[in-house]
C-alpha cells in the first residue's frame, strides 16, 4: 500500500491466526520502498490533473512497482513466493469522492500484474464493495484495529496520523457494531506541503517538528482553517487530497500571507491545524461515549509519520487534556507495519468470504466482502483455503494456516 502522502510502498509479511478479537499476527518482515521523487511528484500531478490516459498508464506503472515490494519483503523473510497464499494490496488512492452525486473511488496498482509478475493470487480493490452497499468506502483499518486492539477493561483510540489523521474508537470489550471510526482532517498532507513550499523543495517534512518550535501559532489564521466544511461535519466522513491537497495549500498560503503569518510561525500554525482537528474530533464524537470516571483509563495509540513528531505531539496533548498516550510499539506491533498489516488482515477475510467493513462507520446499510480475488496463472480459481486464516503487508498479504508458516 502508499498512502495519501504517496511517499512509497510499506510491505508485510504476516502470520495470522484465529477470529474476530482472537486474532492474532506476527509480522515476519516489513519493507518501505520508497518512490522516486520524479514518481511521487507523477502521482500527486495525476491525482488531481491526470487525464485518463495518464491515469491508465500509472495504472500498470504502480502494478510493477507494488509486485516489486511484494517480492522484496519475501526474500527479506527469508521465503520463497510458493510459501505465500496471497498478497493483499490496497493500491495507491487516484481520486475519493464519497460525497459526489455519484460516490465514487479509485485506487490503481494493477493488482493483475502484481499476481503474474509474482506468480502469487492479489486481493486488491478493497474500497468498492463498501460504497456499492451506500458507505464512503473508508475508512477501513478500523476492522483491523479493532481485531488487534480492544482492550477488555480499558477504551482506546486507535489514532492514524498519515497524509490524513482518522481515528477509531474501541470501547472496552467492544463488539464490531460500537466501533467509531472516521477521517479527522489532514494529517501530515498540508504540513508537509507547507514546509516543502517554505524550503523550495529542500525539506519534505518538518523532522521531529524542529522548525514549528521555533514559530507561533496564529491564533487567527487557525481559527479561519477550523472553519473548513469537513471539520464542521459529522460522521460518517472521510477525506483526501479532493479536500486537503494542492488547492487548500494555495489557498493557506494566501491567508497567511494576508495575516501577515510566515516562516516558523506558519508550520506551527499548520502543526496545530492538525492537533486541533484530531483534538476537536475527540471533545465532540468520542469523548461524550466514555463514561467520566473512565476518562483516566482512556488511552490513545498514535501511528503514522505523525507520531514522530513531537511538537505535534505536544501539541495534541495539550489539547486533549485526557488519556495516556502510546504508540503501536508500546502494543507490540511496528508503526512503520500497521497499515500494511490491516491490509493483510483485511485480505484474509475476503479469502474467507467474510464481511470486513465497519457500517457503522463507513455509512455502509449492511457488512459486505471486501477486495477482489485475481488467481495466480498456476492456481485454481477454486484456490481459496477457506479453512485455512492468513499472511499480508501494506504492500502484501500472506495467508496461512493456524498450523503452518
Same mark, same amino acid.
Request: glycine letters at 8%.
Given at each position: ?24 499476527? #506476527?509480522?515476519?518482515?516489513?519493507v518501505?520502498?520508497?518512490?522516486p ?9 495525476t491525482?488531481?490533473?491526470?487525464t ?18 511484494a ?13 505465500i497464499?496471497?498478497i493483499?494490496? #490496497? ?5 475519493h ?14 493488482p ?17 464493495? @463498501? ?5 464512503q ?7 483491523? @484495529? ?16 498519515g497524509g ?5 474508537f ?41 522548525w514549528?518550535?521555533?514559530g507561533?501559532?496564529?491564533e ?14 459529522n ?20 491567508q497567511a500571507?494576508?495575516? #501577515? ?5 506558519l ?12 483534538a476537536?474530533?475527540? #471533545? ?11 476518562h ?8 503514522g509519520?505523525?507520531a ?6 505536544r501539541m495534541?496533548?495539550?489539547r ?6 502510546l504508540?503501536?510499539e508500546?502494543?507490540?506491533i ?9 491490509f ?11 464481511p ?21 496463472a498456476?492456481?485454481s ?19 496461512? @494456516?493456524?498450523?503452518?508458516?
Open positions: 500500500m502508499s498512502g495519501t502522502s504517496a511517499d512509497g510502498i510499506d510491505a508485510v509479511v504476516a502470520r495470522i491466526t484465529g477470529q474476530g478479537r482472537r486474532t492474532k499476527a #506476527h509480522v515476519q518482515a516489513d518501505h520502498k520508497a518512490f521523487a520524479a514518481l511521487r511528484q507523477r502521482i500527486l500531478r491525482a488531481l490533473h491526470g485518463v490516459a495518464e491515469v491508465c498508464e500509472l495504472n500498470f506503472v504502480l502494478g510493477e512497482q507494488f509486485a516489486s515490494a517480492l522484496a519483503v519475501i526474500r527479506r523473510a527469508g521465503l520463497k513466493p510458493e510459501n497464499t496471497a493483499g494490496s #490496497h493500491g495507491q488512492t487516484i481520486h469522492l464519497p460525497n459526489a452525486a455519484t460516490p465514487a473511488t479509485l485506487q490503481i496498482g494493477e493483475a500484474i502484481i499476481a503474474e509478475r509474482t506468480g502469487i493470487t492479489a486481493v486488491a480493490d478493497f474500497r468498492v464493495a @463498501d460504497m456499492a452497499a451506500g458507505g468506502g473508508a475508512p477501513l483499518v478500523p476492522f483491523a @484495529d479493532w481485531a488487534l486492539f480492544t482492550h477488555d477493561t480499558r477504551p482506546r483510540i486507535v489514532q492514524n496520523i490524513i489523521g482518522n481515528l477509531t474501541l470501547p472496552p470489550r467492544a463488539t464490531l457494531d460500537q466501533v467509531i471510526a472516521l477521517d479527522t482532517g489532514p494529517g501530515n498532507m498540508v504540513l508537509d506541503a507547507i514546509v516543502s513550499k517554505l524550503s523550495s523543495g529542500q525539506q519534505a517534512f518538518d523532522r521531529n517538528g524542529r514549528a518550535t521555533q507561533k501559532v496564529s487567527k489564521l487557525l481559527t479561519q482553517l477550523m472553519s473548513h466544511p469537513f471539520v464542521r461535519r460522521p460518517p466522513k472521510t477525506t483526501g487530497r479532493e479536500e486537503f491537497g494542492e488547492p487548500f495549500v494555495r489557498l493557506l498560503l494566501l500571507q494576508r495575516l #501577515h503569518v510566515r516562516g516558523a510561525d508550520v506551527a500554525t499548520t502543526t496545530a491545524f492538525t492537533a486541533a482537528t484530531i476537536d474530533a475527540y #471533545h465532540r464524537f468520542i469523548f461524550p461515549k466514555i463514561p467520566r470516571q473512565q483516566h483509563n482512556l488511552q490513545i495509540v498514535l501511528g509519520g505523525g514522530k513528531n513531537a511538537t505535534l505531539i495534541l496533548r495539550e486533549i487534556g485526557a488519556g495516556e498516550i504508540t503501536h508500546d502494543l507490540g511496528s508503526n512503520a507495519a500497521k497499515e500494511a498489516l490491516a493483510a488482515i483485511l485480505a484474509r477475510e475476503t479469502l474467507l468470504g467474510r470486513s467493513n465497519v457500517p457503522a462507520a463507513t455509512g455502509a446499510r449492511r457488512p459486505v466482502v471486501l477486495g477482489k480475488i485475481i488467481p495466480a498456476h492456481r480459481a477454486a484456490f481459496m483455503p477457506l479453512h485455512r486464516p492468513t499472511l499480508q503487508r501494506r504492500g502484501v498479504s500472506k495467508t496461512t @494456516d493456524s498450523s503452518n508458516r
